[in-house]
């Protein structure tokens, strides 16, 4: 069994920055793609980043390219999430989630282990 255990959620200002990190129990971690995913309230849940197995390949969804940066540290069992210039529409649960595969999908459907979530509020 495989658990993931979000951090790093909080209240900033617009323009502030977070860190998020996503702890992950088990040790085929670094086997597979990792992702975060957000949810705002009334909003369906979107793929915001992805990062194959090895650091190498991401996918960014196009509401953060450029402000956020995900990353991996294979040796801690741990994906960071780096956000910057944090806009008040970046306010939502965000997820992280383990990939069946080891590349870079983005459909929910492909991911079978979730963390709980970790509340994201950017004030304007």
């Known amino acids: 069994q495989v658990q993931l255990v979000e951090s790093g959620g909080g209240l900033v200002q617009a323009g502030g920055s977070l860190r998020l990190s996503c702890a992950a129990s088990?040790?085929?971690?670094?086997?597979?793609?990792m992702g975060w995913f957000r949810q705002a309230p009334g909003k369906v849940r979107e793929s915001i980043a992805v990062?194959?197995?090895?650091?190498?390949?991401?996918y960014y969804a196009d509401s953060v390219k450029g402000r956020f940066t995900i990353s991996r540290d294979n040796a801690k069992n741990t994906v960071y999430l780096q956000m910057n210039s944090l806009k008040p529409e970046d306010s939502a649960v965000y997820y992280c989630?383990?990939?069946?595969?080891?590349?870079?999908?983005?459909?929910?459907?492909?991911?079978?282990?979730w963390g709980q979530g970790t509340q994201v509020t950017v004030s304007s």
């Open positions: 990062i194959s197995w090895n650091g190498v390949s991401t």
């Open positions: 989630a383990r990939a069946r595969v080891s590349y870079v999908p983005r459909a929910e459907r492909e991911y079978d282990y």
């Open positions: 088990g040790r085929t971690f670094s086997t597979y793609a």
